[in-house]
């Protein structure tokens, strides 16, 4: 056997053992749909106070909802009170493009990242909250959100769902035949 031909071989085997399989296929795609979907409805639910607002395309309806949204940022106590407003109005935004970048897929290791990173700080805020005893909203899904072991419970799940996305998007694309097949970049 030549060195070509000893070193080639494995070339083929390497390039199938480098695809995804298929539950971690469907996996990526039930989960960032999952989450892309429970992202747009915190949305809704956020903006769609009173109830049916999110129709009515009225937006000093709209600004009404992002109000109340920011007495729930509020109740945190950990933002000074010019950078509650700003935050609560850039949450939603930012809500809704990380759940249309999981939906379309489009940067999918980057947008489970950071919706990851979004929910562990989230998730943060609430524990400090409850361990604190503060008797507030959590202000994920909209007014009338009480903060509680469910509530963290819930949030913790979505975490998990997010970070084994992200881990998952990750291992896919390390494992791309396109990847294996090009050139490493130093």
């Known amino acids: 056997m030549t060195v070509e031909a000893i070193t080639a071989a494995p070339e083929p085997v390497a390039a199938e053992k480098a695809q995804p ?3 971690l296929r469907w996996f ?3 989960a960032r749909l999952m989450l892309g979907g429970i992202f747009l409805y915190a949305v809704f639910a956020k903006i769609n106070y009173p109830p049916g607002n999110f129709l009515s395309f009225d ?3 709209w600004k009404l909802a992002l109000d109340i949204f920011a007495i729930a940022v509020n109740g945190y106590g950990v933002l000074p ?6 935050v609560a109005y850039g949450v939603p935004m930012l809500e809704t493009v990380l759940a249309l970048l ?3 897929g489009i940067g999918l290791r980057w947008s489970a990242t950071a919706s990851s990173a979004l929910l562990l700080f989230f998730f943060a805020l609430m524990t400090r909250a409850y361990l604190l005893g503060m008797s507030i909203d959590c202000g994920c899904f909209g ?3 009480t903060l509680s072991m469910k509530t963290l419970v819930r949030d913790g799940l979505l975490w998990l769902l997010s970070f084994s996305l992200a881990c998952a998007a990750f291992r896919v694309h390390r494992l791309s035949p396109q990847r294996a097949q090009s050139p490493q970049r130093t």
């Open 21 to 23: 399989s298929a539950a």
């Open 28 to 30: 990526l795609l039930v």
């Open 59 to 61: 937006l000093g309806n």
């Open 81 to 86: 009170d010019w950078a509650v407003m700003p």
């Open 102 to 104: 999981l939906i379309s």
């Open 143 to 145: 007014p009338g959100d």
